[in-house]
């Protein structure tokens, strides 16, 4: 199988320049074949040449003609794109290994992660109905992604989908418009960041109004396994919540610090340019920033617990 023709694209703002950089770096040692867009925003020229310093990646600039996160602008990344298929990442997210025999969908139509019954129960535990059955889609969600795709009646698929890596077949770059048109209508142009809890049916943002049309567009197209996450030495980390290793570290992610370290080392044995490093990123610092991640990871469990007892006491929902 070809693997040259599929391009790697993301999209984030400054606050992200260290995540872009990453994954620049690590497409560029991993995946040198393939094409890298990064869609960019508020980036000084410094920073753009920071990332266009590799051979495979272009930097293009997101308009300022939208007031949403940048998470919501993903579809600008994907049309950029005119290889067969296109790879969207976040700009959290890195290369780990040689993943290109991973980069096709199955199916030759669209790779995606889908979520497991266990994680639909609880990332909609706040939305379910008194008695609703718990693991598919809340009942009233699904009203509302039905009613405003207008659509199909019966949706294709009851979960929700991930949209921090997924590949697609660029005959289905209607769909990406759709996408695209559907969260000028059911997104408010506000920036309210990746996560807004005030708009339930879409407090995913991005990820809620995919999910919505691959229940419900009449152009969505069939999903294959999501193989991209399978092999420790060959995968796609994404680094998920904050904070991220630019700024400090977590224990789920801190697998990542040796890959990293590794990474910096050969672009800079490699004659590439970094930004400056952060007290997370210098190997310096290596066992204080462990034990800051253990210490985050405590405190996050201790609220965890906090939560769930206020939850059981009916304090909370």
Same mark, same amino acid.
């Given at each position: 199988?070809?693997?040259?023709?599929?391009?790697?694209? !993301?999209?984030?703002?400054?606050?992200?320049?260290?995540?872009?950089?990453?994954?620049?770096?690590?497409?560029?040692? +991993?995946?040198?074949?393939?094409?890298?867009?990064?869609?960019?925003?508020?980036?000084?020229?410094?920073?753009?040449?920071?990332?266009?310093? +590799?051979?495979?990646?272009?930097?293009?600039?997101?308009?300022?003609?939208?007031?949403?996160?940048?998470?919501?602008?993903?579809?600008?990344?994907?049309?950029?794109?005119?290889?067969?298929?296109?790879?969207?990442?976040?700009?959290?997210?890195?290369?780990?290994?040689?993943?290109? !025999?991973?980069?096709?969908?199955?199916?030759?139509?669209?790779?995606?992660?889908?979520?497991?019954?266990?994680?639909?129960?609880?990332?909609?535990?706040?939305?379910?109905?008194?008695?609703?059955?718990?693991?598919?889609?809340?009942?009233?969600?699904?009203?509302?992604?039905?009613?405003?795709?207008?659509?199909?009646?019966?949706?294709?698929?009851?979960?929700?989908?991930?949209?921090?890596?997924?590949?697609?077949?660029?005959?289905?770059?209607?769909?990406?418009?759709?996408?695209?048109?559907? @969260?000028?209508?059911?997104?408010? &142009?506000?920036?309210?960041?990746?996560?807004?809890?005030?708009?339930?049916?879409?407090?995913?943002?991005?990820?809620?109004?995919?999910?919505?049309?691959?229940? +419900? !567009?009449? @152009?969505?197209? &069939?999903?294959?396994? +999501?193989?991209?996450?399978?092999?420790?030495?060959?995968?796609?980390?994404?680094?998920?919540?904050?904070?991220?290793?630019?700024?400090?570290?977590?224990?789920?992610?801190?697998?990542?610090?040796?890959?990293?370290?590794?990474?910096?080392?050969?672009?800079?044995?490699?004659?590439?340019?970094?930004?400056?490093?952060?007290?997370?990123?210098?190997?310096?610092?290596?066992?204080?920033?462990?034990?800051?991640?253990?210490?985050?990871?405590?405190?996050?469990?201790?609220? !965890?617990?906090?939560?769930?007892?206020?939850?059981?006491?009916?304090?909370?929902?």
């Amino acid at each position: 199988m070809n693997t040259t023709n599929v391009t790697i694209v !993301s999209a984030c703002d400054r606050k992200f320049l260290w995540g872009a950089y990453l994954l620049a770096a690590s497409c560029a040692r +991993f995946l040198p074949q393939n094409p890298v867009h990064i869609l960019q925003t508020g980036f000084t020229e410094e920073d753009k040449t920071l990332l266009a310093q +590799f051979p495979n990646v272009k930097v293009l600039t997101l308009e300022d003609n939208d007031p949403r996160n940048v998470a919501n602008r993903k579809s600008e990344a994907l049309l950029s794109a005119d290889t067969e298929f296109v790879a969207w990442m976040d700009a959290d997210c890195m290369v780990i290994g040689d993943i290109s !025999s991973f980069l096709h969908p199955l199916n030759g139509e669209l790779m995606m992660r889908m979520r497991e019954p266990w994680e639909n129960a609880w990332v909609w535990r706040n939305h379910y109905a008194p008695g609703e059955a718990q693991g598919g889609l809340p009942k009233s969600v699904l009203e509302k992604w039905r009613t405003d795709v207008g659509q199909l009646q019966t949706p294709r698929v009851d979960t929700t989908c991930v949209t921090n890596c997924f590949v697609l077949h660029r005959r289905h770059l209607d769909f990406i418009r759709q996408w695209k048109s559907q @969260i000028a209508k059911v997104i408010p &142009p506000a920036h309210a960041g990746v996560v807004d809890n005030r708009n339930p049916a879409y407090f995913m943002t991005d990820e809620s109004v995919m999910s919505s049309l691959l229940a +419900f !567009s009449n @152009i969505a197209p &069939p999903i294959s396994e +999501f193989r991209i996450d399978r092999e420790r030495a060959r995968h796609v980390a994404h680094f998920g919540a904050n904070p991220k290793p630019w700024v400090g570290w977590r224990l789920r992610i801190w697998y990542c610090h040796a890959p990293i370290m590794q990474l910096l080392d050969w672009a800079r044995a490699s004659g590439y340019k970094t930004p400056p490093i952060p007290w997370s990123l210098d190997p310096k610092n290596r066992v204080p920033a462990y034990m800051r991640a253990l210490a985050v990871d405590a405190k996050t469990r201790i609220r !965890s617990a906090g939560g769930k007892i206020l939850r059981l006491a009916g304090l909370r929902k």
